[in-house]
């Protein structure tokens, strides 16, 4: 069962945050919890359902083996509703839906809860129709409202609720949890240094898109070093056929910018900060022919390119630049 304390280390400022509110019994009767895909904002709310009804609380600290705690585990306590986009946007009869359940279900007890996730996508109309619901519930109500973007929440909505923003994970926290969602260690470290997003994360792992553009990545730089007649044409069998997408072009870049990175913590004595720890024996062999200073010229060298890449240079072009550049130097 997930606790406060394993939640703290995703959101060290939210959590000691909440867990205060429940002990001093002082929570608000509607929040938003604000902050990019993957922050632990469900995971959050749904704890925090848990204190809210937990027949046998210790502290902030539900029991998970009351009725309520295994309800809500189950996504099937009376009290509890969750809203989520039907389609493209949260519609005007969710909400209705959501108050006359709650007008209904008064009857039966004094407290309820309700979620509305990706409240951002609530029409006109469905945020109006809550607004007055924030204001007058029929019984105790707490209502969480999860956003990527909160400055779409309408203002009279966000002036109703407190906001608590949730902080980007730490790169080494996300990596962790793109490990618990299956993805292997070696990607993991990759891709968080890429983003801690768990929606672009996901996206880059795609049709295991990560794990195909880091050996090539890998390849594109052993060559480019070691056989450099090979460079031009692997780009064009295989790297260019892998960066179609900017999403993926920019992503490319930035595990080139990684290796380069790799290759300076070798040359500084860093070694065990590696995001391709696989290569170390191939970056301590490169170590030996080229300069630190050449190395950083190679890094920015690539930080030009991704400067080239947003204003809309040529892909293609961007690419042979820079790897003839890393060449000459
Ligand atoms: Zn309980």
Redesign the pocket.
């Known amino acids: 069962m997930t606790t406060w304390n394993d939640l703290q280390q995703t959101q060290p400022r939210v959590v000691p945050f909440m867990i205060k509110s429940l002990e001093k019994d002082r929570l608000s009767h509607a929040y938003i919890f604000a902050g990019e895909s993957g922050t632990g904002k469900r995971e959050i709310a749904l704890q925090l359902t848990?204190s809210y009804?937990?027949?046998?609380?210790n502290g902030a600290e539900?029991?998970?083996?009351?009725v309520?705690?295994k309800r809500i585990e189950k996504g099937n306590h009376p009290d509890v509703h969750i809203v989520e986009p039907d389609g493209a946007s949260i519609k005007k009869h969710q909400v209705e839906f959501l108050q006359k359940e709650f007008t209904y279900r008064g009857m039966e007890s004094s407290h309820k809860i309700y979620m509305i996730t990706e409240a951002d996508k609530m029409t006109a109309s469905a945020a109006n129709s809550l607004l007055k619901f924030l204001e007058e519930p029929e019984s105790p109500t707490l209502a969480i409202l999860l956003t990527e973007r909160e400055s779409s929440l309408l203002p009279t909505v966000r002036s109703r609720s407190q906001q608590i923003s949730f902080q980007p994970l730490s790169k080494s926290v996300f990596a962790e949890k793109l490990q618990e969602l299956g993805v292997s260690r070696m990607h993991s470290l990759v891709l968080a240094e890429i983003t801690t997003n768990l929606d672009h994360a996901n996206l880059l792992n795609e049709a295991e898109w990560i794990a195909q553009a880091r050996s090539v990545v890998i390849q594109l730089m052993g060559e480019l070093y070691l056989r450099p007649n090979q460079v031009l044409l692997t780009l064009q069998d295989k790297w260019l056929p892998l960066s179609k997408e900017k999403v993926h072009q920019e992503a490319g870049l930035d595990m080139i910018l990684l290796w380069l990175r790799d290759l300076l913590y070798i040359q500084t004595g860093k070694s065990d900060t590696l995001v391709f720890p696989d290569q170390q024996d191939q970056y301590e062999q490169l170590a030996l022919s080229i300069s630190q200073q050449q190395n950083v010229e190679h890094l920015s060298g690539v930080l030009e390119a991704k400067r080239h890449l947003k204003a809309n240079m040529n892909y293609q072009l961007v690419m042979e630049k820079l790897l003839l550049s890393i060449q000459g130097v």
């Open positions: 848990k009804f937990c027949r046998e609380r539900p029991c998970g083996h009351c309520d705690c």
